[in-house]
Every structure is written in C-alpha cells, then in structure tokens.
C-alpha cells in the first residue's frame, strides 16, 4: 500500500482517478486545496476520516503531510521493452532519462518534478543500490509522479545498449567531459545519463554514452546538485526541440 503525503501529490492521485483505501485530513484546515481535495473526493464517492493535527502525525511517515494522508494502490512502473514500444508511437522524438544510482529521495523526487516539466517521456533508474518510491519521492515530487512513465531496471549499462539497438542517442552528464551541454544538438532520440551524487557517471556507464556533456562552472571547486544540474540540461534540451 502506497502513503501519499500533501496537498499537491494527494490533489493529483486523485485527479488520476487512483485507487484510494483511505484519506484523511486534518481537522480545522481550510483554504483551496483543502476545498479540491474534499470536492474530488465527494465525486469519487470517498469516505474522509478528519483527525487532530496530533493523530495524523502518528499517521505520518514524512514531517511535512501538510494535514493531507492518502493510502493508495502502489505507483505503476513499467518495463524496458513496453516503454521503447510506447515510446516509438509519440508525435515526437522521444526524451529518456536515466538515472545512474540516485540514492537521495529529496533529489529523486526533484529530478521527477522537473524532468515532468521539461517534457521527459520516461524515467529509468535501477532497482538495487539506488533510490526506489518512497513516500518522500511522492512529496518532494509534487504530484508529477503521477504523470511520469517510471521505468525500473536491473542494469543501467544493459538498458543503455538496448536504445542504442533502438536507434537512440545516449548523453552523458559528467563534469569532466569537453563539450559543454550548450554546445551540443539534442535534436532526435535521445536518453540523458545523470549520475550518483558522490561519484557521479560509473566508468562503464561513461564508456557507454556517445557523449558526454558538462555545464561549466566559474569556480573549479564548486559544484551542482544533482537535481539542479539535471534541470539545467533537460531544459536546454527542451529549448533546442522547442524552436521554431
């Protein structure tokens, strides 16, 4: 069972039409995401069990709820091979990114949110040694994981040389690499590689990428966020696709 936490991602798996057990809100709350979820609720014929602020926190699993819990069916994922079938059939050149071994929640579920806004069609990350959904991944996320095709797998490296038999283009973001991600043409089927947050890129997976690309700093010692740095990319990505 899944424990969806907040306004925004309870709004959302609602507007999905998600199976829910059971919502509950916090007693006294008001304002207009209080309203819409108690309106998409009532359409839905959902019963809503109000508590004390005290109560729902011994409910919660994150300290941020925002008097909003939802039990609900667990968040679909999808396999490789369906998704490069579902992706061959877009309008568009599809935008696959994958996720090296991401292990924080709080930067998986950034990368989601805006990977959602940037038009990414899917998101591949591994099953083991990595961050999988979480409850945190579910908040931080904003309600865009509901909207995202979540791909998990059992090897990175695998899955990047079946899209490269699938006619793809692979990206690498490594901070060692010559071209700047500006000066390289994303037009096309491409998938874009962001890497751990200590490490970054695994060496085979770098050797796996047709390029790599890297957002130069001003200062040699700083450094980006993970999560940062992936929007950055993805939305010049976006902006190369995007003119006309």
Not at 51 to 56: A, F, H, T, V
Not at 185 to 204: C, I, P, Q, T, Y
């Amino acid at each position: 069972m899944r424990h969806v936490e907040g306004r925004n991602p309870v709004i959302e798996l609602l507007k999905k039409g998600k199976d829910i057990e059971e919502l509950y809100l916090q007693k006294g709350l008001r304002g207009d995401k209080i309203k819409q979820i108690i309106n998409l609720a009532e359409k839905q014929g959902l019963e809503i069990v109000f508590l004390s602020k005290y109560k729902l926190d011994q409910k919660a699993v994150t300290d941020y709820h925002q008097g909003v819990i939802a039990l609900a069916s667990d968040i679909q994922t999808y396999g490789l091979k369906n998704t490069i079938n579902y992706l061959s059939n877009l309008e568009k050149d599809p935008l696959v990114l994958i996720l090296d071994h991401i292990q924080d929640p709080h930067n998986f579920g950034a990368i989601i949110r805006t990977a959602h806004a940037a038009g990414v069609d899917a998101i591949v990350y591994p099953k083991d040694r990595a961050c999988g959904i979480t409850t945190t991944v579910d908040k931080v996320s904003a309600g865009a994981i509901e909207h995202m095709r979540l791909v998990e797998v059992v090897n990175i490296n695998r899955t990047i040389e079946v899209l490269k038999d699938n006619y793809y283009w692979i990206a690498g973001a490594d901070i060692s690499a010559e071209n700047k991600y500006y000066e390289q043409d994303f037009k096309g089927k491409f998938a874009l590689v962001v890497g751990h947050e200590g490490s970054g890129l695994n060496r085979l997976t770098k050797e796996k990428c047709d390029f790599l690309v890297k957002i130069p700093m001003e200062n040699k010692f700083s450094s980006l966020n993970v999560s940062v740095a992936t929007g950055i990319i993805l939305f010049e990505i976006n902006r190369q696709r995007n003119i006309i």
